[in-house]
Structures are given as structure tokens and as C-alpha cells.
């Protein structure tokens, strides 16, 4: 009897523990967790029980029910952008559970066009082509930024010299493609509207990715964004807490091409915690001569030459015979950048500060060292003096749950530009120097992706406040300051009592999905002013001395992704432009080719309305091609005019006479274009890319070209990819542009190019990467095989000859 007694007991004691035990398995299967990154929520997170496979998905405050799990499961925390985190059996999981952001390289250049308006979120990209060449993809090719862009052969890029490029955009360049670095614009009140060099100074080595959108994008980004915009998205700080990362990490890379005997040193250290993350990074480039093809197709024998150097010789000037009339000279220059992020967890959000700086020595401007007068050579020394650009910024990220998210940025950036020009044997020059100090603010506020009824929206605020400041002075060619050269009173290149420019905006969104297809609506509000006072002088008397002026403009945009079956889809849109005239507009006295800009107080905003339409069609998962369409009206084109002053159609400047212009609102104008992109595998591991782009651009009131629009260009890639290495052979390529297709004036530069127009070119280029170890990596590469010789359309420099280049990458 009491044997029974002791095993009753002992089997209800046995049920009781069971009880127990599954009790609390249960309890700690239905345990809500918050997942993070520092103190970031992070939705869409995908928990997953691999035994089971039974998952569920975090919400907009990063809350997530665990799956059910048994003590031998094992869960898997997945979400695109992070690293995989896997809680083994036996391991606790407490109220927070952190995930690692992925580190992220420069893996592609990511090209968009029929732009939505919530163009900054991933999710709201409608994506024509995304390009990655070899190079890219595995690190960053030896070359500047303008280098970088060329090679994709989506834009089309000017140079005027080797140590910059003006990326062109549908026909639309410098101050109509608005340039973006980490969310806060590079474009200024000095922006000019010809040529632009300022791309050049973000390091292409501090970048993770590069977003170039094609067509007006004013609803996100305001003024300035006619022809599109070119977002620079540098390294980002990673919050850690992964024990098999370690908290510091670091990599290091030397670059060199033979083409200009360029070396190109980079280093950057990162180092991060559970709620904080910081990166440094510093360049150090430079660039020698550059050296022009020598197989001259085009026919022309002298095209591009330099012959001769000036040079200056016991205190006089002096033509030297140049010894390799093909090595382009005085083009060399060097560049150092420095970046530096700290990024930290405060509850529910994060805030991270930016410091961006980057500065160069003199660099030669080539189209006017290579200019000649009726004496000869005109210029004994004509350069860019060092070019600076500081940004600091602080962002705040702060999620507010189901309402969504909140992202605020403060930035204050400082842009020194100095020009030194000296005629040959002049015993003094000009020195300019131009100073922007540029404040600016965002706050974006973006709806939680958990509304549930297909919906989300996006509202902002924006705002920056120009302070331009110009002089001149003269100078002895050792540059001291001279206090009288026997002149008279210099011009300054902006207005000499001051000038400023001012822009606020505010916009909103709406997306909707309903069903396989999604649909865009924006509208945004946007008001600029300028003010500029000139002090009276003697060298130039203008009808007015103050500048006032303030525009508005209202904008919009709508586009719809609409399936039309299985394998055909399209997106067609319908979107307006603006700019606002900056202070280079309006004030700005320079000379260029023969004529001599002026300022005008009466110049109003250029507006921009156009229809995109793109198809694509993919019949086999391994073939894919776009068409893709857009045709543009501009309205009040901003552009020089011929003018007077008091009557006068001329006036001496730079010891020539030279023709008055202004810019003006001259009217309408009508810009066409298509692109054609595809892709296809050809055989394992080998890839097919071919992309086409043709602008057209017309003035209607007198059917005459437009400006800037450059010929048929494209690229075309056979790509050969293995786990541990790659090969890529690409040809760039451009179409003729006939002399009486350019635009008028000297804006497209035909003094630089052959009698009736720029030839037809192509290169051939070859690529590699290797990786010798897991911690070690190369790049090789050969440009212009052929040594082909030839200008791209409207630039001053010869393009690079054969160059041979070499990358080591090495990460700690």
C-alpha cells in the first residue's frame, strides 16, 4: 500500500513538473521583443523558427511575438540591410534584441528616372536601370569623381579640365542638376549655369552608393532639379553589437594609373557599440599631366595639341617648345578629403553628426590656358585657386510609432573659390576669390508602413539662406598685393557690396498600392529672393546698384506603375520643374570666348513640365529590356542674350573688346530624348549590358539647338563574374555632334572643337577584380586599349589615352 502511495505520488509529481515546464516554454514562446539597431526599432524584421517554420513579422515600433519554440529550437532574425542574427537553443532572449546594420560598399550607381515624389525612400524607387561595373562594384577605380560618373555611360560629363566635371543630365547641366550629399544640397547662390567642377569635391572613396535620378524632381528636392538630381550617399556609421564583428575596423587602399601618373592613397577606420558608431576617412590624391590618345581616326592631325608651355623665365615670359605636344600641360593637381561620422542611440531614435572636408592646390583651367590673341598665346597663367568645401551637419532620426518617423538635418557649409588670371607678359594679375557661407535645414515626416490600407505619405519642410562674399585684387606673379598696377579699379566676378539668397519650401506625398499596381501624387510649394548691392567704381557702371527679387512657384508630380501582364510592365508620369535665378543669374561680370556677361535685375524662375514613359519587357528571367521616353517643355529659358549698356553693344575687358551679353528669359524651348537599356546572361556567370541615350534640344522661337545637349553616347559591357574574381571588357561610345547643332554663344565651346563639329569616338577598356584573401583585394585595368584620341562634346580637355591601373585594397 505504501509503495502505491510513494509512486502516486511520484507520477503527480512528475505531471506537475511536466505542467510546469511546458508552461513556461509556452509563456517564453509568446514573448514580445523589441528589435533594434542601438535604439532604432527596425520593422519588417522576419523572426523565424528554422525547426517549424513558423515566422512573424515586427511592426512599426519593432515589436515582434516570437514564434513558438521548444527548448531544442533555434530562431533566425532576418531583414534586408542587417546581418543575420541566430539565437541558438538554451540562449535567453531579453526585452530588446539588437541587429547589425550590413556593412555596405560601393556597389552600384543606381539610376532611376520617372521620379516619385517619395523618391528619398527605397521602397518608393521606380527603377529604369541599376548600373555596376566592375570597378565599382568591388571598390572605386582610380580617378575623381567626373571619371567615376563617365564610366557608367548613363551621363554624359563635361570637363574643362583634368581636375574636375560637370555631369549632364537629359540636356541639363551645372546649375539645373541639382548635386546632393547626404541629404543636404551642394548647389549654392554661385552655381553657375555653363560649366560645373564642384562634383569633384566629394571623395569617391568615402561612398557607399550614388543615386542619379533622371527628370524633374522638384516635389522632394526644390529648385535646381530640372534635368534631375545626383545624390552622394558617403559611409555611414554602424551601430555593432554582433560579438563575432569586431568593434574596430579599418581598411586600406593604394591606386595608380599610368594615363597621368596619378596616386591615390585612402584610409578609413570605423569603430562601433550597441548604441553607437563612428567612421573616419581620409584621401590623399595626386594627379600629373595628362596624356591624350595618340590614334587619331577623326582625321585631324593637330586637334587637342599643346606645342608649347608658357613658362617664365628670370622674371619674363616665355614660350617653350613642349616636348610631348600630346602630354597635356599644365593640367596636374592634388586633392586631400576628410570625412568623419558619429552616429548614436537616444530612445527610440538616433543622431549622428557629419564633418565633409576637402580642399585642392591650383588647378590650370585648360580651355583658357590654350587660348590664343592676335599677339599669340593669351594667357601666361590662367588656374582655379585651391577649391575648399566644408559641411558640417547633425541628423536626427526619431520614430514616432505608428504615426511614423521623423528626420530632421542642420548643416553649415563654407565653399571657398578663387580664379588667378595673368595675360602673357603682363607684370600683374587678377586674383578672385569668392566665399559662401550657406545654412540650411530639412525635416521630413514619413508615415508608418503598418497603415494597413495601402497608403503612405510624406510631408516636409525645407529651407537654406545664401551669404556671398566677393573681392579682387591685383597681384605681383609671386602673388603679393599690389597696391596700384596701373589699372584702375578691378571688377570682383559677384556684386562688390554683398549679396544674398534665401529659399524656403514645403511639400507633400501620397502613395497608394492597390493590388499589382501603385500609384504617386506630389505637390510642393517653394519661394526664393535675392538681394545684391554694387558699390559705385569706375570700372563699371551699371543703370541700377541694388538687385531685389523674389519668385514663387508651385509644383507637382503623378506617376502610376501599371502591370500589363506577366512580363510587361510600365510607369508613366507626368511632372514640373523649377528654379529659382541664383546671384551668378542675376549679378555676375565675367568673360568667356568673346563675350562679356553682365548683370540683370529682371530675370524671373524657368520652369519645367514633362511626360515620361518607360516599358519593360522580360520574357525570360535572365533577359530584360527598357524603353524608355520623355518629352519636356521649358518655359522662360534663363540664358545670355546679345544686350547693350547705354547703347553700347561691346565693351573692353581683358585688354579686348568683347560683346555685352545678359542673361535673359528668352523664352520657350522644347527638350526631347529616349533611352534603351538591356540586359541578358549569355552564358554561367557572364553577363550582357547595353544602354543607349539620345537628348534633342530646340529653342521654339527660333527652331535653333539648345545648349548643352550632347550627341547619342552610351556603354556597352560583357561582365564575367566567380566567387573570388571578375572580368569585365566595356566600350564607351558617342555619336558626332555637327557645329550647327551646338547651342548659341560660347556656352557648348565650339572654339574648341574641329570645323564642323565634335567627331564620333569610342574606347575599348577592360577590367579585373581578385581577391588574394578575404582581407585583400585588387582591381586592374586598362582604359582606351586603342589610345584612341578625342574631346567629349563641349569640353576643353583632350579625354585620357591608354592608361594602365592598378588598386590595392586591404581592410583590418
Not at 456 to 466: L, M, R, S
Not at 681 to 687: A, E, H, S
Not at 719 to 730: A, P
Not at 794 to 804: E, T
Request: aromatic share 10%.
Amino acid at each position: 500500500m505504501r509503495l502505491k502511495l510513494h509512486s502516486g505520488f511520484a507520477f503527480l509529481l512528475l505531471i506537475f513538473s511536466s505542467a510546469i515546464t511546458f508552461s513556461q516554454d509556452s509563456i517564453q514562446t509568446k514573448q514580445e521583443v523589441r528589435i533594434v539597431n542601438g535604439s532604432i526599432p527596425i520593422p519588417f524584421v522576419a523572426a523565424i523558427n528554422i525547426s517549424t517554420g513558423e515566422s512573424s513579422i515586427s511592426d512599426a515600433d519593432g515589436l515582434v511575438i516570437l514564434p513558438f519554440r521548444n527548448v531544442n529550437d533555434t530562431l533566425v532574425f532576418r531583414s534586408m540591410g542587417y546581418k543575420q542574427l541566430m539565437v541558438l537553443p538554451g540562449e535567453l532572449i531579453g526585452r530588446f534584441l539588437p541587429m547589425d546594420e550590413m556593412p555596405v560598399n560601393l556597389d552600384e550607381v543606381r539610376i532611376t528616372s520617372n521620379i516619385v515624389p517619395d523618391v528619398g525612400i527605397n521602397a518608393g524607387l521606380v527603377t529604369a536601370a541599376t548600373l555596376s561595373t566592375t570597378a565599382i562594384k568591388n571598390g572605386v577605380p582610380p580617378g575623381n569623381m567626373a571619371e567615376l560618373l563617365q564610366s557608367t555611360g548613363q551621363l554624359h560629363v563635361q570637363q574643362s579640365q583634368q581636375g574636375g566635371g560637370s555631369p549632364v543630365i537629359r540636356g541639363f547641366e551645372a546649375n539645373r542638376v541639382l548635386l546632393v550629399v547626404d541629404g543636404v544640397r551642394l548647389n549654392n547662390a554661385i552655381y553657375r549655369s555653363g560649366h560645373l567642377q564642384n562634383s569633384s569635391t566629394v571623395d569617391p572613396n568615402s561612398i557607399e552608393q550614388i543615386q542619379v535620378f533622371m527628370g524633374p524632381s522638384s516635389v522632394r528636392f526644390g529648385s535646381d532639379a530640372l534635368g534631375g538630381v545626383v545624390h552622394f550617399l558617403t559611409r555611414r556609421p554602424r551601430f555593432r553589437s554582433d560579438n563575432s564583428e569586431s568593434s574596430v575596423s579599418s581598411l586600406f587602399s593604394a591606386q595608380f594609373n599610368s594615363v597621368n601618373n596619378s596616386s591615390v592613397f585612402h584610409g578609413t577606420a570605423e569603430a562601433g557599440g550597441p548604441r553607437w558608431g563612428t567612421v573616419v576617412s581620409f584621401s590623399a590624391s595626386k594627379y600629373g599631366d595628362l596624356k591624350m590618345g595618340s590614334r587619331r581616326v577623326h582625321g585631324d592631325s593637330e586637334w587637342g595639341l599643346v606645342p608649347f608651355i608658357a613658362v617664365r623665365i628670370d622674371g619674363a615670359d616665355s614660350l617653350m617648345a613642349n616636348p610631348d605636344p600630346e602630354l597635356q600641360s599644365p593640367t596636374g593637381y592634388s586633392q586631400k578629403d576628410f570625412l568623419h561620422k558619429l552616429r548614436f542611440g537616444i530612445p527610440g531614435g538616433a543622431i549622428e553628426t557629419n564633418i565633409q572636408y576637402s580642399t585642392t592646390s591650383n588647378i590650370s583651367r585648360f580651355d583658357k590656358i590654350n587660348d590664343f590673341s592676335e599677339e599669340g598665346l593669351k594667357w601666361a597663367e590662367w588656374n582655379y585657386g585651391p577649391q575648399e568645401r566644408l559641411m558640417t551637419a547633425i541628423s536626427w532620426e526619431q520614430y514616432l510609432g505608428i504615426p511614423g518617423s521623423l528626420h530632421t538635418t542642420l548643416a553649415y557649409q563654407n565653399i571657398s573659390e578663387s580664379r588667378f588670371n595673368r595675360l602673357f607678359g603682363a607684370a600683374f594679375r587678377e586674383a578672385r576669390t569668392e566665399e559662401v557661407d550657406v545654412y540650411s535645414m530639412s525635416s521630413i515626416w514619413k508615415s508608418s508602413p503598418f497603415r494597413g490600407d495601402g497608403w503612405k505619405f510624406e510631408a516636409g519642410v525645407d529651407g537654406q539662406w545664401n551669404e556671398v562674399d566677393s573681392q579682387v585684387e591685383a597681384q605681383d606673379p609671386d602673388g603679393e598685393p599690389v597696391v596700384d598696377p596701373g589699372w584702375g579699379v578691378l571688377m570682383t566676378r559677384y556684386p562688390n557690396g554683398g549679396s544674398n539668397m534665401g529659399s524656403f519650401g514645403a511639400f507633400s506625398s501620397a502613395k497608394r498600392s492597390s493590388g499589382d499596381k501603385v500609384y504617386h501624387l506630389g505637390l510642393r510649394y517653394s519661394h526664393a529672393s535675392i538681394n545684391a548691392v554694387f558699390d559705385a567704381t569706375s570700372a563699371l557702371s551699371l543703370p541700377f546698384s541694388e538687385i531685389h527679387t523674389a519668385n514663387g512657384a508651385l509644383t507637382g508630380s503623378a506617376v502610376a506603375e501599371i502591370p500589363l501582364g506577366s512580363n510587361v510592365s510600365t510607369v508613366s508620369s507626368i511632372a514640373s520643374g523649377f528654379r529659382h535665378p541664383n546671384i551668378d543669374d542675376a549679378t555676375k561680370i565675367r568673360e568667356k570666348g568673346g563675350y562679356v556677361l553682365i548683370p540683370n535685375d529682371s530675370i524671373k524662375a524657368e520652369y519645367l513640365y514633362s511626360i515620361d514613359e518607360s516599358i519593360t519587357w522580360q520574357p525570360h528571367q535572365n533577359v530584360s529590356f527598357t524603353a524608355s521616353g520623355f518629352f519636356s517643355i521649358w518655359v522662360d529659358v534663363i540664358s545670355p542674350v546679345n544686350s547693350t549698356l547705354y547703347g553700347e553693344s561691346t565693351l573692353e575687358i581683358d585688354g579686348e573688346s568683347a560683346i555685352i551679353q545678359m542673361n535673359k528669359n528668352m523664352g520657350n524651348a522644347i527638350i526631347r530624348g529616349a533611352r534603351f537599356d538591356f540586359t541578358t546572361q549569355v552564358f554561367p556567370n557572364t553577363i550582357f549590358k547595353s544602354t543607349v541615350n539620345l537628348n534633342k534640344g530646340t529653342i521654339i522661337t527660333s527652331d535653333s539647338p539648345l545648349a548643352h545637349i550632347p550627341p547619342t553616347f552610351g556603354r556597352s559591357s560583357l561582365e564575367y563574374s566567380k566567387q573570388k574574381w571578375s572580368i569585365e571588357t566595356f566600350v564607351l561610345y558617342s555619336g558626332k555632334k555637327n557645329i550647327d547643332s551646338y547651342g548659341p554663344g560660347s556656352t557648348d565651346n565650339p572654339q574648341e572643337t574641329l570645323s564642323d563639329g565634335n567627331p564620333s569616338w569610342w574606347t575599348l577598356n577592360i577590367e579585373s577584380h581578385l581577391e588574394f584573401h578575404e582581407n585583400i583585394h585588387a582591381q586592374f585595368g586598362v582604359s582606351n586599349i586603342l589610345d584612341m584620341h578625342y574631346k567629349s562634346f563641349s569640353s576643353a580637355i583632350s579625354a585620357p589615352g591608354r592608361g594602365v591601373y592598378i588598386a590595392l585594397h586591404a581592410t583590418f
